[in-house]
Antibody, heavy 121, light 109 residues
Framework: QVQLQESGPGLVKPSETLSLTCTVS????????WSWIRQPPGKGLEWIGY???????NYNPSLKSRVTISIDTSKNQFSLKLSSVTAADTAVYYC???????????????WGRGALVTVSS | EIVLTQSPATLSLSPGERATLSCRAS??????LAWYQQKPGQAPRLLIY???NRATGIPARFSGSGSGTDFTLTISSLEPEDFAVYYC???????????FGQGTKLEIK
């Protein structure tokens, strides 16, 4: 059973850069598209962006100017960087796998447990 | 941008009852719609994709229907573990962007 695990600092200062990594438990990182999704406390879900093993990315237009998603297939990891954070970026950040291999499928069938990141001085 | 509106915001039912949750899209999404279940402190779980296909391991009491702009998630007979928040989700074609509804909380009456 493939598993995803988010890791990174739980506290980030305003104006700094949020950095998270998602580790995929097997070699399937080269077969699927992978996304980051966030959820502010008590609120709904917001898609941040996706990446493929080739490095191809697509970002939510509302966050595009601040987001970078990268991938390291040798480590079975992909990462999120969100710059110039504010309190509004406080959320649980999930990494997720797209449903079907090799295409940016419309749905997410496997999720990590989530990592709470708080933006505060 | 396609907006998904879920109703009701909260649904209060008893175990054994039938639950009907609605998701309306601001423009047609064909059948490209999914439903997720989220329990407190957990990640969302994919229940239904392509409007009516159950994901792997999802019990048969969960079913989805609809196309175009109006979609329904039905839970035929509620089990205690079904009380959670449910989200619908779609993807727009261009630019590719994934959006979720605001959620329906299914609570025990």
């Amino acid at each position: 059973q493939v598993q995803l695990q988010e890791s990174g600092p739980g506290l980030v200062k305003p104006s700094e850069t949020l950095s998270l990594t998602c580790t995929v438990s097997d070699d399937s990182i080269s077969s699927y598209y992978w996304s980051w999704i966030r959820q502010p406390p008590g609120k709904g879900l917001e898609w941040i962006g996706y990446i493929y093993y080739s490095g191809s990315t697509n970002y939510n237009p509302s966050l595009k100017s601040r987001v970078t998603i990268s991938i390291d297939t040798s480590k079975n990891q992909f990462s999120l960087k969100l710059s110039s954070v504010t309190a509004a970026d406080t959320a649980v950040y999930y990494c997720a796998r797209h449903l079907r291999p090799t295409v940016p499928s419309w749905y997410f069938d496997l999720w990590g447990r989530g990592a709470l990141v708080t933006v505060s001085s | 941008e396609i907006v998904l509106t879920q109703s009701p915001a909260t649904l209060s039912l008893s175990p054994g009852e039938r639950a009907t949750l609605s998701c309306r899209a601001s423009q047609s999404v064909s059948s490209y719609l999914a439903w997720y279940q989220q329990k407190p402190g957990q990640a969302p779980r994919l229940l239904i994709y392509d409007a009516s296909n159950r994901a792997t391991g999802i019990p048969a009491r969960f079913s989805g229907s609809g196309s175009g702009t109006d979609f329904t998630l039905t839970i035929s007979s509620l089990e205690p573990e079904d009380f959670a928040v449910y989200y619908c989700q779609q993807r727009s074609n261009w630019p590719p962007k994934y959006t979720f509804g605001q959620g329906t909380k299914l609570e025990i009456k």
